[in-house]
Every structure is written in C-alpha cells, then in structure tokens.
C-alpha cells in the first residue's frame, strides 16, 4: 500500500454560523509525483443550499485552482526538490484569508492506486450529498417557477418585485422578490423536497443560522418562505417550523405552503393596492 496525503475543497457561505458545502477534493502523494484535483462541474450544488450566492463565480474560482493545481503537477521534476507537504502547494495557489473557498488541514490515507483515491473520496466527500440538489424532486428554483410564480402573476405582483440588500452585523443578504411600505416584505422559495431525512434537517439548520444572522439587523424585515414540504417528511413539520418561526422583535417569519398560496397573493395584492392610494 501506497501513503497519501488529501484535502477538502469547501464553499464556505457564512464565516458567523459555519454554514458549507465541500466543493472539491486533492490528493498527493510526493514520492510517487502525484498530484491530482477534482472539483465540482456545475454551480446548482451551490445555489440551490445557498439561493443568492454567486454560483458562477465559485465555480470559476474552483476551475482557476483546479488548473493550477494541474500546473503544479507540470512543474515536478527530478532537478526541482517536491515539497512533502501538500499543504505548502495549495497554499500559494490558495491562501488562508477571507476567501469563500477554504481547505481543510491536510489528512492522510493509502492505496495502490492514487486514481482511485482521488475517485472515491470525491465520491464519499462530495457527491454523496449531492442528492440534495440533482435528486429532489423540485429545487428551491422549481418551486417558485413551478408552485408559487402563477398565484403571484394571476395578482400582478411579480413585476412589483425589486431586490433588496440588507446589512447584518456579520454578513449581508440579499433577496430579488421584495417589495416596501413601512418595513421591507421578502419572500423566499425553499424546498424540502429532498431525498434523505437527514438533508431535511441539515437545510433546516442552515436556514435556522441564516434567520439568527437576520435578526441582527437594524432594519425590521417581514419574511415570507414559500415551501415545498412533500407528505413523505410530513413527520418534520413541526421540526421545520419550531426552528423557523424563531421569534424577533425585528425579523417577521411566516412559513406557507402551496395551499396557502391563493390567500398569501389575495393579501399581498390587498396591501399593495392601499400602499398605492397612500
């Protein structure tokens, strides 16, 4: 057996509540000279965990490091010593600073074949969770377009819409379906129609960080999620909405469901309609 060293590739959103997904995978082995990277090949991993965020510049940044990574490779050579630590390789292509893409301390396997390795760890780390996105039955995307846009259309609101940026004491958010008369009124598709219980609660409590970010804005926000819970995590309501319904003087949480829908637009169409004669 063959000794190699390994890190993870991680899209690191949110530095205050931890929130991240593994994005890719290196494996090294330097008395063997290699030195191989996978990432992933489409931002929807991203997106649909973390609606707002910049896909397509991840994607971009993983694609430069992934090809410097293959240049490292190029660069091995019996008249240039090879560094034994993997670490001291990615770190100049990727330093440890604010960047959304971070590295994991480096951790050590064997096998006889590197190849392999760098297949299955990428498949374990990676695209074991992938189901979240390729094989729920509708994204957070799917249940805006599919579900939600019709009632929103029938009342002639969505052209209403206008994004909106909020400043938190860590972060900042923003939301494209938003609109104001006294406070700020945002509405956000998000599925829970994902395969495994298990992912259920992990988005959960991603959103549940992301809620306890809000509310430490100075500005009081009304927050409308738009789910998609189907009857097999029927079991998780209560779990769902104890976790996001958490009170605040200054963040307004509402949870509905597709049911809920034709009486949500009928209120906002009514509000609307007095916020326009004052």
Known sequence: MKKYQYQIIQYLHDRVTGEFINVGVIVYAPEHKFLGCKVIS????????????????ILKSLRHFEKEIARAKQQFSELFPVSD???EITREILPNDDSSLTLTEVKKGIDLDFNK???DLYRLLVTK???ETDESATSDADVWNKKYKKYFDQYEITSRFTEFEVETKHDHFQFDK???????????????DLQKEENVKSKVYKWFGKLNELA?????????LLTSIPRKHQNLDSFIYDKLLAPSD??????VSEADAEALVQQISNDLQKHDLN
Do not use: M
């Open 178 to 192: 938003a609109w104001k008369n006294e406070i700020w009124h945002c509405y956000v598709p998000l599925s829970f």
């Open 117 to 119: 390795s760098l297949a």
């Open 216 to 224: 430490t804005s100075e500005e009081k926000i009304d927050i409308t």
């Open 42 to 57: 489409k931002y929807g991993r991203i997106t649909s965990f973390f609606p707002g965020s910049n896909g397509k510049g």
């Open 250 to 255: 200054k963040l307004l949480i509402n949870i």
């Open 129 to 131: 969770w992938q189901s």
């Open 85 to 87: 630590d993997l670490a």
